[in-house]
Protein backbone atom coordinates (compact mmCIF):
# COMPACT_ATOMS: atom_id res chain seq x y z
CA UNK A 1 0.00 0.00 0.00
CA UNK A 2 1.14 3.45 -0.65
CA UNK A 3 2.58 5.32 2.18
CA UNK A 4 -0.14 7.46 3.97
CA UNK A 5 2.34 10.03 5.63
CA UNK A 6 4.68 10.44 1.99
CA UNK A 7 1.01 10.86 0.32
CA UNK A 8 -0.25 13.03 3.13
CA UNK A 9 2.72 15.61 2.27
CA UNK A 10 1.93 15.39 -1.12
CA UNK A 11 -1.68 16.29 -1.05
CA UNK A 12 -0.61 19.30 0.76
CA UNK A 13 1.20 20.42 -1.98
CA UNK A 14 -1.63 20.10 -4.69
CA UNK A 15 -4.38 22.83 -6.01
CA UNK A 16 -7.50 20.10 -5.18
CA UNK A 17 -6.28 17.02 -2.72
CA UNK A 18 -9.91 15.99 -2.47
CA UNK A 19 -9.88 14.22 -5.86
CA UNK A 20 -7.11 11.68 -5.17
CA UNK A 21 -8.68 10.83 -1.07
CA UNK A 22 -11.06 8.62 -1.22
CA UNK A 23 -13.11 7.26 1.55
CA UNK A 24 -16.30 8.82 -0.70
CA UNK A 25 -20.01 7.34 0.87
CA UNK A 26 -21.32 4.99 -0.35
CA UNK A 27 -17.39 3.63 -2.18
CA UNK A 28 -17.10 -0.22 -1.41
CA UNK A 29 -13.63 -1.79 -0.02
CA UNK A 30 -13.53 -5.71 0.40
CA UNK A 31 -10.93 -7.39 1.90
CA UNK A 32 -8.49 -8.75 -0.43
CA UNK A 33 -7.89 -12.10 1.17
CA UNK A 34 -11.73 -12.99 0.56
CA UNK A 35 -11.10 -12.57 -3.44
CA UNK A 36 -10.01 -14.32 -5.94
CA UNK A 37 -9.56 -11.40 -8.81
CA UNK A 38 -8.70 -7.49 -7.95
CA UNK A 39 -10.04 -5.10 -10.90
CA UNK A 40 -9.36 -1.20 -11.52
CA UNK A 41 -11.76 0.54 -13.33
CA UNK A 42 -10.31 3.63 -14.53
CA UNK A 43 -11.51 6.98 -15.75
CA UNK A 44 -9.01 8.84 -17.82
CA UNK A 45 -10.23 12.27 -16.93
CA UNK A 46 -10.01 14.70 -13.73
CA UNK A 47 -12.31 12.83 -10.13
CA UNK A 48 -14.63 15.67 -10.58
CA UNK A 49 -15.59 14.36 -14.32
CA UNK A 50 -15.43 10.91 -14.06
CA UNK A 51 -16.87 10.08 -10.45
CA UNK A 52 -20.62 10.63 -11.78
CA UNK A 53 -19.69 8.61 -15.13
CA UNK A 54 -22.65 6.12 -14.98
CA UNK A 55 -20.99 3.63 -16.98
CA UNK A 56 -18.16 3.19 -14.46
CA UNK A 57 -20.74 3.52 -11.42
CA UNK A 58 -22.58 0.50 -12.94
CA UNK A 59 -19.90 -1.50 -13.76
CA UNK A 60 -18.53 -0.73 -9.88
CA UNK A 61 -21.64 -2.03 -8.57
CA UNK A 62 -22.04 -5.02 -10.82
CA UNK A 63 -18.89 -6.07 -10.17
CA UNK A 64 -18.59 -5.68 -6.38
CA UNK A 65 -21.58 -7.31 -6.27
CA UNK A 66 -19.79 -10.66 -7.36
CA UNK A 67 -18.15 -12.43 -3.69
CA UNK A 68 -15.00 -13.40 -6.22
CA UNK A 69 -13.70 -9.94 -7.64
CA UNK A 70 -12.76 -6.78 -5.77
CA UNK A 71 -13.01 -3.85 -7.72
CA UNK A 72 -11.78 -0.06 -7.00
CA UNK A 73 -11.54 3.02 -8.93
CA UNK A 74 -8.70 5.39 -10.30
CA UNK A 75 -8.93 8.84 -12.23
CA UNK A 76 -6.37 10.89 -13.76
CA UNK A 77 -4.30 12.58 -11.94
CA UNK A 78 -3.90 16.45 -12.64
CA UNK A 79 -0.70 17.72 -14.24
CA UNK A 80 0.32 18.76 -10.54
CA UNK A 81 -0.61 15.72 -9.22
CA UNK A 82 1.21 13.86 -12.06
CA UNK A 83 4.66 16.24 -11.33
CA UNK A 84 4.55 15.15 -7.54
CA UNK A 85 3.90 11.16 -7.75
CA UNK A 86 6.81 11.27 -10.47
CA UNK A 87 9.39 13.26 -8.20
CA UNK A 88 8.66 10.96 -5.12
CA UNK A 89 8.95 8.04 -6.98
CA UNK A 90 5.35 7.21 -5.66
CA UNK A 91 3.20 4.93 -8.03
CA UNK A 92 -0.52 5.61 -9.14
CA UNK A 93 -3.03 4.58 -6.88
CA UNK A 94 -7.05 3.53 -6.22
CA UNK A 95 -8.83 6.03 -4.65
CA UNK A 96 -10.71 3.04 -2.05
CA UNK A 97 -7.52 1.34 -0.29
CA UNK A 98 -4.73 3.13 -1.96
CA UNK A 99 -3.27 0.42 -3.54
CA UNK A 100 -0.44 0.42 -6.06
CA UNK A 101 -2.23 0.16 -9.87
CA UNK A 102 -0.16 -2.16 -10.72
CA UNK A 103 -0.89 -4.57 -8.09
CA UNK A 104 -4.68 -5.28 -9.62
CA UNK A 105 -4.90 -8.42 -11.78
CA UNK A 106 -7.16 -6.46 -14.51
CA UNK A 107 -7.36 -2.70 -15.03
CA UNK A 108 -10.51 -1.56 -17.26
CA UNK A 109 -10.02 1.77 -18.98
CA UNK A 110 -13.28 4.17 -19.87
CA UNK A 111 -12.55 5.66 -23.21
CA UNK A 112 -16.00 7.60 -23.36
CA UNK A 113 -14.13 10.37 -25.99
CA UNK A 114 -11.04 10.26 -28.07
CA UNK A 115 -9.38 13.38 -26.54
CA UNK A 116 -8.12 11.48 -23.12
CA UNK A 117 -5.89 8.86 -25.02
CA UNK A 118 -3.13 10.42 -23.52
CA UNK A 119 -4.11 10.25 -20.33
CA UNK A 120 -4.83 6.78 -20.80
CA UNK A 121 -0.55 6.90 -20.85
CA UNK A 122 0.15 8.94 -18.20
CA UNK A 123 -2.01 6.18 -15.90
CA UNK A 124 -0.23 3.72 -17.07
CA UNK A 125 2.86 5.15 -17.12
CA UNK A 126 2.65 6.11 -13.54
CA UNK A 127 1.43 2.78 -12.80
CA UNK A 128 4.87 1.46 -13.77
CA UNK A 129 3.31 -0.58 -16.23
CA UNK A 130 5.01 -0.76 -19.62
CA UNK A 131 2.90 1.18 -22.18
CA UNK A 132 2.43 -1.11 -25.06
CA UNK A 133 1.03 -4.53 -24.57
CA UNK A 134 3.96 -6.09 -26.91
CA UNK A 135 5.97 -5.30 -23.87
CA UNK A 136 4.14 -6.62 -20.83
CA UNK A 137 4.81 -9.82 -19.16
CA UNK A 138 2.98 -12.56 -17.07
CA UNK A 139 3.35 -10.01 -14.16
CA UNK A 140 2.06 -7.20 -15.47
CA UNK A 141 -1.72 -6.74 -15.38
CA UNK A 142 -4.09 -7.14 -17.85
CA UNK A 143 -5.28 -3.88 -19.65
CA UNK A 144 -8.78 -3.41 -20.84
CA UNK A 145 -10.92 -0.84 -22.44
CA UNK A 146 -14.42 -0.17 -23.63
CA UNK A 147 -16.46 2.61 -24.13
CA UNK A 148 -18.13 4.58 -27.30
CA UNK A 149 -14.41 5.66 -28.85
CA UNK A 150 -13.12 1.98 -28.47
CA UNK A 151 -15.92 1.26 -31.33
CA UNK A 152 -12.99 2.37 -33.44
CA UNK A 153 -10.19 0.77 -31.65
CA UNK A 154 -7.30 0.99 -34.02
CA UNK A 155 -5.57 4.08 -32.43
CA UNK A 156 -5.22 3.13 -29.69
CA UNK A 157 -4.65 -0.54 -30.12
CA UNK A 158 -0.53 -1.04 -29.07
CA UNK A 159 -1.51 -0.23 -25.69
CA UNK A 160 -4.98 -1.68 -24.87
CA UNK A 161 -4.48 -5.77 -24.86
CA UNK A 162 -8.41 -6.34 -25.21
CA UNK A 163 -11.26 -3.78 -26.20
CA UNK A 164 -14.91 -4.59 -25.26
CA UNK A 165 -17.01 -3.91 -28.17
CA UNK A 166 -20.29 -2.55 -26.68
CA UNK A 167 -21.68 -3.10 -23.11
CA UNK A 168 -20.03 -4.11 -20.69
CA UNK A 169 -22.43 -5.71 -17.95
CA UNK A 170 -22.17 -9.21 -19.15
CA UNK A 171 -18.77 -8.88 -21.17
CA UNK A 172 -16.69 -7.75 -18.45
CA UNK A 173 -17.75 -10.37 -16.39
CA UNK A 174 -17.52 -13.11 -18.88
CA UNK A 175 -13.80 -11.24 -19.15
CA UNK A 176 -13.24 -11.52 -15.46
CA UNK A 177 -14.24 -15.07 -15.07
CA UNK A 178 -12.35 -16.24 -17.71
CA UNK A 179 -9.20 -15.13 -16.11
CA UNK A 180 -10.91 -16.40 -12.90
CA UNK A 181 -10.52 -19.60 -14.14
CA UNK A 182 -7.59 -19.51 -15.86
CA UNK A 183 -5.91 -18.44 -12.88
CA UNK A 184 -7.25 -21.60 -11.13
CA UNK A 185 -6.24 -24.01 -13.85
CA UNK A 186 -2.98 -22.78 -14.01
CA UNK A 187 -2.05 -22.55 -10.34
CA UNK A 188 -0.32 -19.36 -10.52
CA UNK A 189 1.23 -19.79 -13.25
CA UNK A 190 0.55 -17.26 -16.15
CA UNK A 191 0.46 -17.63 -19.73
CA UNK A 192 -0.58 -13.97 -20.98
CA UNK A 193 -0.25 -15.06 -24.69
CA UNK A 194 -2.38 -18.05 -24.34
CA UNK A 195 -5.01 -15.98 -22.28
CA UNK A 196 -5.41 -13.24 -25.02
CA UNK A 197 -6.36 -15.98 -27.34
CA UNK A 198 -8.95 -16.85 -25.05
CA UNK A 199 -10.18 -13.99 -24.60
CA UNK A 200 -10.28 -13.15 -28.15
CA UNK A 201 -12.91 -16.22 -28.42
CA UNK A 202 -15.49 -14.06 -25.97
CA UNK A 203 -18.23 -12.64 -28.25
CA UNK A 204 -18.11 -8.61 -28.48
CA UNK A 205 -14.04 -8.55 -27.42
CA UNK A 206 -11.22 -6.81 -29.85
CA UNK A 207 -7.65 -8.70 -29.13
CA UNK A 208 -5.50 -5.99 -31.69
CA UNK A 209 -2.33 -8.09 -31.26
CA UNK A 210 -4.14 -10.99 -32.62
CA UNK A 211 -5.12 -9.13 -35.90
CA UNK A 212 -2.60 -8.12 -38.62
CA UNK A 213 -3.26 -4.88 -40.72
CA UNK A 214 -2.10 -4.49 -44.17
CA UNK A 215 -1.89 -1.41 -45.88
CA UNK A 216 -1.84 -0.63 -49.46
CA UNK A 217 0.76 1.42 -51.94
CA UNK A 218 -1.75 4.68 -51.31
CA UNK A 219 -1.38 3.87 -47.31
CA UNK A 220 -5.20 2.90 -47.11
CA UNK A 221 -5.99 -0.21 -45.79
CA UNK A 222 -5.83 -3.44 -47.78
CA UNK A 223 -7.08 -6.18 -45.40
CA UNK A 224 -7.39 -6.81 -41.79
CA UNK A 225 -6.82 -10.45 -40.65
CA UNK A 226 -7.53 -11.92 -37.34
CA UNK A 227 -9.08 -14.58 -35.58
CA UNK A 228 -13.12 -13.64 -35.36
CA UNK A 229 -14.49 -11.18 -38.19
CA UNK A 230 -15.65 -9.29 -37.79
CA UNK A 231 -16.33 -8.59 -34.08
CA UNK A 232 -19.60 -7.75 -33.47
CA UNK A 233 -20.95 -5.49 -30.69
CA UNK A 234 -22.08 -7.07 -27.10
CA UNK A 235 -25.28 -5.11 -25.67
CA UNK A 236 -27.49 -6.48 -22.89
CA UNK A 237 -31.32 -7.62 -24.05
CA UNK A 238 -32.88 -5.73 -20.65
CA UNK A 239 -31.66 -2.95 -18.26
CA UNK A 240 -32.02 -4.94 -15.32
CA UNK A 241 -32.41 -2.75 -11.94
CA UNK A 242 -29.75 -5.28 -9.58
CA UNK A 243 -27.18 -4.02 -12.05
CA UNK A 244 -28.09 -0.15 -11.00
CA UNK A 245 -26.37 1.15 -8.27
CA UNK A 246 -28.69 2.38 -5.98
CA UNK A 247 -26.25 3.67 -3.88
CA UNK A 248 -24.25 5.69 -5.82
CA UNK A 249 -20.77 7.07 -4.68
CA UNK A 250 -21.29 10.78 -3.03
CA UNK A 251 -17.93 12.60 -4.21
CA UNK A 252 -15.50 14.19 -1.93
CA UNK A 253 -15.82 17.19 -3.69
CA UNK A 254 -17.97 18.96 -6.21
CA UNK A 255 -18.35 17.09 -9.08
CA UNK A 256 -19.15 18.49 -12.58
CA UNK A 257 -22.73 16.94 -12.30
CA UNK A 258 -23.78 17.03 -8.74
CA UNK A 259 -26.78 15.30 -8.54
CA UNK A 260 -28.89 11.68 -8.58
CA UNK A 261 -28.58 10.33 -12.41
CA UNK A 262 -31.00 7.63 -13.46
CA UNK A 263 -30.71 5.89 -16.74
CA UNK A 264 -34.13 5.42 -18.18
CA UNK A 265 -33.93 4.22 -21.84
CA UNK A 266 -30.84 2.86 -23.77
CA UNK A 267 -30.60 3.16 -27.51
CA UNK A 268 -31.55 5.47 -30.14
CA UNK A 269 -33.39 5.11 -33.56
CA UNK A 270 -34.23 8.39 -34.28
CA UNK A 271 -31.24 7.81 -36.98
CA UNK A 272 -30.02 11.21 -37.02
CA UNK A 273 -26.96 11.06 -39.61
CA UNK A 274 -24.12 12.87 -37.38
CA UNK A 275 -24.88 10.79 -34.01
CA UNK A 276 -22.37 8.03 -33.77
CA UNK A 277 -24.32 7.17 -30.08
CA UNK A 278 -27.72 6.73 -31.76
CA UNK A 279 -26.09 4.53 -34.06
CA UNK A 280 -23.85 2.10 -31.66
CA UNK A 281 -26.42 1.92 -29.00
CA UNK A 282 -29.31 0.33 -30.38
CA UNK A 283 -31.63 -1.58 -30.07
CA UNK A 284 -33.71 0.74 -27.57
CA UNK A 285 -34.27 -0.49 -24.20
CA UNK A 286 -36.26 1.47 -21.73
CA UNK A 287 -36.49 0.73 -18.03
CA UNK A 288 -40.16 0.64 -16.62
CA UNK A 289 -41.40 3.10 -14.62
CA UNK A 290 -41.67 1.57 -11.66
CA UNK A 291 -38.04 0.58 -11.59
CA UNK A 292 -36.96 3.93 -12.29
CA UNK A 293 -39.82 5.12 -9.39
CA UNK A 294 -37.80 2.67 -6.88
CA UNK A 295 -34.33 3.64 -8.37
CA UNK A 296 -34.50 7.36 -7.85
CA UNK A 297 -36.26 7.05 -4.38
CA UNK A 298 -33.09 4.89 -3.01
CA UNK A 299 -30.68 6.70 -5.06
CA UNK A 300 -32.00 10.59 -3.60
CA UNK A 301 -32.42 8.72 -0.07
CA UNK A 302 -28.52 7.09 0.12
CA UNK A 303 -27.18 10.61 -1.52
CA UNK A 304 -29.02 13.34 -0.25
CA UNK A 305 -28.72 15.26 -3.33
CA UNK A 306 -31.32 17.83 -4.46
CA UNK A 307 -31.65 17.25 -7.79
CA UNK A 308 -32.63 13.76 -9.83
CA UNK A 309 -31.73 13.74 -13.69
CA UNK A 310 -33.34 11.29 -15.86
CA UNK A 311 -30.66 10.13 -18.25
CA UNK A 312 -30.86 8.60 -21.78
CA UNK A 313 -30.19 9.66 -25.32
CA UNK A 314 -33.27 11.06 -25.42
CA UNK A 315 -35.51 11.04 -22.07
CA UNK A 316 -38.67 12.32 -23.77
CA UNK A 317 -38.56 9.81 -26.21
CA UNK A 318 -39.56 7.27 -22.86
CA UNK A 319 -43.19 5.63 -23.72
CA UNK A 320 -44.00 6.44 -20.09
CA UNK A 321 -42.00 9.89 -19.76
CA UNK A 322 -44.99 11.96 -18.84
CA UNK A 323 -45.88 9.16 -15.80
CA UNK A 324 -42.24 9.21 -14.70
CA UNK A 325 -41.76 12.46 -14.56
CA UNK A 326 -45.21 13.23 -13.22
CA UNK A 327 -44.49 10.96 -10.38
CA UNK A 328 -40.72 11.92 -9.59
CA UNK A 329 -42.33 15.60 -9.00
CA UNK A 330 -45.21 14.73 -6.81
CA UNK A 331 -42.90 12.28 -5.36
CA UNK A 332 -39.80 14.56 -4.74
CA UNK A 333 -40.78 18.05 -5.01
CA UNK A 334 -42.42 18.64 -1.66
CA UNK A 335 -39.13 18.18 -0.47
CA UNK A 336 -37.25 20.51 -2.33
CA UNK A 337 -35.74 18.06 -5.26
CA UNK A 338 -35.54 18.94 -8.85
CA UNK A 339 -36.30 16.79 -11.56
CA UNK A 340 -34.23 17.34 -14.78
CA UNK A 341 -34.41 16.14 -18.52
CA UNK A 342 -31.15 16.66 -19.58
CA UNK A 343 -31.58 15.63 -22.94
CA UNK A 344 -34.87 16.32 -24.87
CA UNK A 345 -35.79 16.16 -28.18
CA UNK A 346 -38.00 19.47 -29.02
CA UNK A 347 -40.52 17.02 -31.60
CA UNK A 348 -41.45 14.74 -28.56
CA UNK A 349 -41.35 17.30 -25.60
CA UNK A 350 -45.03 18.35 -24.78
CA UNK A 351 -46.89 20.89 -22.53
CA UNK A 352 -48.03 17.88 -20.36
CA UNK A 353 -44.33 17.45 -19.79
CA UNK A 354 -43.48 20.75 -19.07
CA UNK A 355 -47.04 21.04 -16.69
CA UNK A 356 -45.10 18.03 -14.89
CA UNK A 357 -41.66 19.61 -13.94
CA UNK A 358 -42.45 23.42 -13.56
CA UNK A 359 -43.07 22.96 -9.47
CA UNK A 360 -38.98 21.70 -9.70
CA UNK A 361 -36.24 24.20 -9.83
CA UNK A 362 -35.97 26.30 -12.58
CA UNK A 363 -33.10 26.25 -13.90
CA UNK A 364 -33.21 26.20 -17.79
CA UNK A 365 -34.08 23.49 -21.13
CA UNK A 366 -32.04 22.81 -23.45
CA UNK A 367 -33.03 21.40 -26.59
CA UNK A 368 -30.46 20.35 -29.75
CA UNK A 369 -31.93 21.16 -33.52
CA UNK A 370 -28.36 20.99 -34.68
CA UNK A 371 -29.03 23.00 -37.70
CA UNK A 372 -31.22 25.70 -38.52
CA UNK A 373 -32.44 25.24 -41.94
CA UNK A 374 -35.42 22.38 -43.11
CA UNK A 375 -33.28 21.66 -46.11
CA UNK A 376 -30.31 21.07 -43.50
CA UNK A 377 -32.15 19.24 -41.03
CA UNK A 378 -33.25 17.09 -43.65
CA UNK A 379 -29.80 16.12 -44.65
CA UNK A 380 -28.93 15.31 -40.76
CA UNK A 381 -32.42 13.39 -40.62
CA UNK A 382 -33.22 15.69 -37.59
CA UNK A 383 -36.85 16.98 -39.41
CA UNK A 384 -37.77 19.37 -36.57
CA UNK A 385 -39.99 22.71 -38.16
CA UNK A 386 -39.21 26.33 -36.48
CA UNK A 387 -43.01 26.38 -35.93
CA UNK A 388 -42.70 23.11 -33.60
CA UNK A 389 -39.40 25.11 -31.90
CA UNK A 390 -41.10 28.17 -31.22
CA UNK A 391 -44.34 26.35 -29.92
CA UNK A 392 -41.93 24.46 -27.30
CA UNK A 393 -40.10 27.98 -26.68
CA UNK A 394 -43.97 29.37 -25.97
CA UNK A 395 -44.67 25.86 -23.32
CA UNK A 396 -40.97 26.83 -21.71
CA UNK A 397 -41.11 30.18 -20.80
CA UNK A 398 -45.30 30.43 -20.41
CA UNK A 399 -44.25 28.29 -17.31
CA UNK A 400 -41.87 29.95 -15.64
CA UNK A 401 -38.30 28.97 -17.22
CA UNK A 402 -36.24 32.44 -18.56
CA UNK A 403 -33.50 30.68 -20.24
CA UNK A 404 -32.97 28.63 -23.23
CA UNK A 405 -29.91 26.67 -24.23
CA UNK A 406 -29.47 25.31 -27.80
CA UNK A 407 -27.28 23.84 -29.49
CA UNK A 408 -26.10 23.48 -33.39
CA UNK A 409 -23.12 22.32 -35.25
CA UNK A 410 -21.31 24.11 -38.09
CA UNK A 411 -19.15 22.13 -41.14
CA UNK A 412 -21.77 19.58 -41.36
CA UNK A 413 -21.75 18.27 -45.08
CA UNK A 414 -23.87 20.42 -47.91
CA UNK A 415 -23.60 23.52 -45.67
CA UNK A 416 -23.76 27.08 -46.82
CA UNK A 417 -23.50 30.32 -45.35
CA UNK A 418 -26.94 30.97 -45.27
CA UNK A 419 -27.56 27.86 -42.90
CA UNK A 420 -25.03 29.55 -40.22
CA UNK A 421 -26.95 32.70 -40.71
CA UNK A 422 -29.91 30.88 -40.09
CA UNK A 423 -28.48 29.76 -36.43
CA UNK A 424 -28.77 33.36 -35.43
CA UNK A 425 -31.77 34.16 -36.91
CA UNK A 426 -33.50 30.88 -35.11
CA UNK A 427 -31.81 32.01 -31.73
CA UNK A 428 -33.46 35.58 -32.27
CA UNK A 429 -36.84 34.43 -32.43
CA UNK A 430 -36.54 32.40 -29.57
CA UNK A 431 -34.92 35.17 -27.72
CA UNK A 432 -38.76 36.92 -28.87
CA UNK A 433 -41.05 34.12 -27.37
CA UNK A 434 -38.94 34.66 -24.12
CA UNK A 435 -39.43 38.49 -24.08
CA UNK A 436 -42.73 38.16 -24.41
CA UNK A 437 -43.04 36.45 -20.82
CA UNK A 438 -39.99 37.77 -18.91
CA UNK A 439 -38.77 41.15 -21.11
CA UNK A 440 -34.74 41.35 -20.82
CA UNK A 441 -34.89 38.67 -18.04
CA UNK A 442 -35.59 36.06 -20.70
CA UNK A 443 -31.90 34.50 -22.34
CA UNK A 444 -31.01 32.00 -25.13
CA UNK A 445 -27.69 30.60 -24.71
CA UNK A 446 -26.70 28.90 -27.70
CA UNK A 447 -23.62 26.32 -27.73
CA UNK A 448 -21.90 26.09 -31.49
CA UNK A 449 -19.59 22.97 -32.01
CA UNK A 450 -17.60 21.90 -34.99
CA UNK A 451 -18.86 18.89 -36.76
CA UNK A 452 -16.54 16.23 -36.40
CA UNK A 453 -17.12 12.61 -39.00
CA UNK A 454 -17.59 9.57 -36.79
CA UNK A 455 -17.07 5.42 -37.64
CA UNK A 456 -19.94 3.52 -37.64
CA UNK A 457 -22.51 6.48 -38.98
CA UNK A 458 -23.60 7.23 -42.25
CA UNK A 459 -21.51 10.37 -42.32
CA UNK A 460 -17.96 8.21 -41.53
CA UNK A 461 -17.05 8.68 -45.42
CA UNK A 462 -17.38 11.99 -45.48
CA UNK A 463 -14.16 14.40 -44.92
CA UNK A 464 -14.13 17.24 -42.17
CA UNK A 465 -15.13 20.60 -43.50
CA UNK A 466 -11.61 22.75 -43.62
CA UNK A 467 -10.25 25.46 -40.97
CA UNK A 468 -10.84 28.08 -43.59
CA UNK A 469 -14.61 27.73 -43.99
CA UNK A 470 -15.00 27.16 -40.61
CA UNK A 471 -13.68 30.50 -39.56
CA UNK A 472 -15.30 31.75 -41.75
CA UNK A 473 -18.61 30.35 -40.48
CA UNK A 474 -17.80 31.39 -36.41
CA UNK A 475 -17.12 35.21 -38.14
CA UNK A 476 -20.65 35.33 -39.53
CA UNK A 477 -22.11 33.80 -35.82
CA UNK A 478 -20.23 36.63 -34.65
CA UNK A 479 -21.47 39.23 -36.57
CA UNK A 480 -24.71 38.05 -35.99
CA UNK A 481 -25.48 37.08 -32.69
CA UNK A 482 -25.32 40.91 -31.55
CA UNK A 483 -28.45 41.00 -29.18
CA UNK A 484 -29.33 41.62 -25.08
CA UNK A 485 -29.58 38.48 -23.50
CA UNK A 486 -28.76 36.09 -26.90
CA UNK A 487 -24.92 34.43 -25.69
CA UNK A 488 -23.22 32.12 -28.85
CA UNK A 489 -20.22 30.41 -27.82
CA UNK A 490 -18.43 27.97 -30.53
CA UNK A 491 -15.70 25.68 -29.74
CA UNK A 492 -11.66 26.57 -31.75
CA UNK A 493 -11.00 24.28 -34.51
CA UNK A 494 -7.50 22.73 -33.44
CA UNK A 495 -9.38 20.54 -30.75
CA UNK A 496 -12.05 19.16 -33.58
CA UNK A 497 -9.26 18.64 -35.66
CA UNK A 498 -7.10 16.51 -33.65
CA UNK A 499 -10.63 15.01 -32.66
CA UNK A 500 -11.15 13.56 -36.11
CA UNK A 501 -7.37 12.47 -36.58
CA UNK A 502 -8.17 10.18 -33.42
CA UNK A 503 -11.78 9.49 -33.96
CA UNK A 504 -10.71 8.42 -37.81
CA UNK A 505 -7.70 7.54 -37.65
CA UNK A 506 -5.62 3.36 -38.10
CA UNK A 507 -2.83 2.12 -36.06
CA UNK A 508 -0.51 4.54 -36.99
CA UNK A 509 -2.04 7.09 -34.73
CA UNK A 510 -0.59 4.76 -31.76
CA UNK A 511 2.61 6.04 -32.49
CA UNK A 512 1.27 9.55 -33.16
CA UNK A 513 -0.03 9.46 -29.58
CA UNK A 514 2.57 8.57 -27.42
CA UNK A 515 5.18 11.12 -29.07
CA UNK A 516 2.20 13.93 -28.37
CA UNK A 517 2.60 12.50 -24.78
CA UNK A 518 6.03 12.27 -24.38
CA UNK A 519 6.13 15.92 -25.15
CA UNK A 520 3.61 16.82 -23.15
CA UNK A 521 0.49 16.42 -24.16
CA UNK A 522 -2.10 16.19 -20.75
CA UNK A 523 -6.07 16.49 -20.44
CA UNK A 524 -6.49 17.38 -24.63
CA UNK A 525 -10.37 17.73 -23.55
CA UNK A 526 -9.32 20.65 -21.14
CA UNK A 527 -8.74 24.09 -23.33
CA UNK A 528 -6.13 25.10 -20.34
CA UNK A 529 -4.30 22.01 -21.28
CA UNK A 530 -4.63 21.38 -24.84
CA UNK A 531 -1.38 21.92 -27.20
CA UNK A 532 -2.03 21.81 -30.75
CA UNK A 533 1.28 22.19 -31.85
CA UNK A 534 2.37 19.01 -30.18
CA UNK A 535 0.39 17.01 -31.89
CA UNK A 536 1.19 18.25 -35.31
CA UNK A 537 4.92 17.86 -34.81
CA UNK A 538 3.72 14.32 -33.41
CA UNK A 539 1.89 13.78 -37.52
CA UNK A 540 5.43 15.61 -38.84
CA UNK A 541 7.53 13.40 -37.23
CA UNK A 542 5.90 10.26 -38.26
CA UNK A 543 5.54 11.86 -41.70
CA UNK A 544 1.30 11.36 -41.37
CA UNK A 545 -0.76 13.90 -43.79
CA UNK A 546 -3.06 15.37 -41.33
CA UNK A 547 -5.59 16.09 -44.11
CA UNK A 548 -5.19 12.58 -45.04
CA UNK A 549 -7.19 11.84 -42.36
CA UNK A 550 -9.24 14.57 -41.44
CA UNK A 551 -10.04 16.44 -44.79
CA UNK A 552 -10.47 13.24 -47.05
CA UNK A 553 -13.26 11.66 -48.16
CA UNK A 554 -13.44 8.22 -47.87
CA UNK A 555 -14.98 6.24 -51.51
CA UNK A 556 -17.38 2.66 -50.49
CA UNK A 557 -14.78 0.78 -51.51
CA UNK A 558 -12.21 1.98 -49.31
CA UNK A 559 -11.93 -0.50 -46.25
CA UNK A 560 -12.03 1.58 -42.93
CA UNK A 561 -9.65 1.31 -39.83
CA UNK A 562 -12.99 0.33 -37.75
CA UNK A 563 -14.19 -2.17 -40.75
CA UNK A 564 -13.47 -5.27 -38.84
CA UNK A 565 -16.05 -3.99 -35.91
CA UNK A 566 -19.19 -4.63 -36.24
CA UNK A 567 -21.11 -2.11 -34.38
CA UNK A 568 -24.98 -3.59 -35.29
CA UNK A 569 -25.76 -1.30 -38.46
CA UNK A 570 -24.40 -2.64 -41.51
CA UNK A 571 -22.33 -0.58 -43.86
CA UNK A 572 -25.02 -0.86 -46.82
CA UNK A 573 -27.12 0.75 -44.31
CA UNK A 574 -25.10 3.92 -43.54
CA UNK A 575 -23.88 3.41 -46.86
CA UNK A 576 -27.59 4.49 -48.29
CA UNK A 577 -28.07 6.63 -45.25
CA UNK A 578 -25.03 8.82 -46.37
CA UNK A 579 -26.96 8.74 -50.46
CA UNK A 580 -30.44 9.81 -49.04
CA UNK A 581 -29.15 12.82 -46.92
CA UNK A 582 -26.99 14.27 -50.19
CA UNK A 583 -30.70 14.40 -51.98
CA UNK A 584 -32.09 16.01 -48.68
CA UNK A 585 -34.34 12.63 -48.15
CA UNK A 586 -35.41 11.77 -44.18
CA UNK A 587 -36.02 7.90 -43.01
CA UNK A 588 -38.27 7.53 -40.33
CA UNK A 589 -37.47 6.55 -36.84
CA UNK A 590 -38.16 2.49 -37.07
CA UNK A 591 -40.14 2.78 -33.55
CA UNK A 592 -43.14 4.21 -35.13
CA UNK A 593 -42.79 3.55 -38.70
CA UNK A 594 -41.32 0.75 -40.72
CA UNK A 595 -38.23 -1.27 -40.80
CA UNK A 596 -35.57 0.54 -41.84
CA UNK A 597 -33.32 -2.60 -42.23
CA UNK A 598 -30.07 -1.03 -40.14
CA UNK A 599 -28.94 -4.05 -39.32
CA UNK A 600 -27.03 -7.23 -40.83
CA UNK A 601 -28.55 -9.33 -38.35
CA UNK A 602 -31.84 -9.10 -36.26
CA UNK A 603 -29.40 -8.47 -33.12
CA UNK A 604 -29.45 -4.43 -34.25
CA UNK A 605 -33.32 -4.18 -33.99
CA UNK A 606 -34.03 -6.94 -31.09
CA UNK A 607 -37.42 -8.14 -30.70
CA UNK A 608 -39.03 -5.20 -33.10
CA UNK A 609 -37.32 -6.93 -35.88
CA UNK A 610 -38.27 -10.31 -35.53
CA UNK A 611 -41.88 -9.36 -34.85
CA UNK A 612 -42.30 -7.20 -38.14
CA UNK A 613 -40.30 -9.96 -40.09
CA UNK A 614 -42.98 -12.87 -38.47
CA UNK A 615 -45.87 -10.38 -39.45
CA UNK A 616 -44.46 -10.19 -43.47
CA UNK A 617 -44.25 -13.56 -43.28
CA UNK A 618 -47.50 -14.55 -42.23
CA UNK A 619 -48.63 -11.46 -44.89
CA UNK A 620 -47.09 -13.61 -47.46
CA UNK A 621 -48.71 -16.73 -46.54
CA UNK A 622 -52.56 -15.11 -46.72
CA UNK A 623 -51.68 -13.99 -50.35
CA UNK A 624 -50.44 -17.10 -51.64
CA UNK A 625 -53.23 -18.64 -50.16
CA UNK A 626 -55.81 -16.07 -51.44
CA UNK A 627 -53.77 -16.90 -54.95
CA UNK A 628 -54.65 -20.28 -55.13
Not at 49 to 54: I, K, P
Not at 133 to 140: E, F, V
Amino acid sequence: MIDTAALGSILERVKKPARYLGGEWNSIIKDEAQVELKVLLSYPDAYELGVSNQGVQILYTVLNGRPEFLCERVYAPWPDMEAELRAAGMPLFSLETKRPCGDFDVIGFSLGYETVYTNVLTMLDLSHIPLRTIHRGDGDPLIVAGGHAAFNPEPMSPFIDAFCIGEGEEAMTDLLDLVRVDRVERMGTADRLALLHRIAEIPGWYVPSLYQVDYEGDESIARVVGPQLPVRKRFVKELRSDWYPERPIVPSMRPIHARAQIEIVRGCTRGCRFCQAGMVTRPVRERSAEDIKKLSAAALGNTGYSEISLLSLSSSDHSQIEEIVSNAAQEFCAEGVSVALPSLRIESFSVGLADAIKEGKKSGFTFAPEAATERLRNVINKVIPDERLLATAEAVYSRGWRTIKLYFMIGLPTETDADVVAICNLAKRVLHVGRKHHGKAASVHVGVSTFVPKPHTPFQWVGQESREVIARHQDILRRESRMHGLKISWNDYDSSEVEAVLSRGDRRIGNVIQRAWEQGARFDGWRECFRHDLWMAALAEEKLDLRWYTSRARSYEETLPWGHIDAGVSSQFLWAEWERSLAAGTTDDCRYGQCGRCGTDPRACGDAHRIRKSIRLELKRERTVAAN
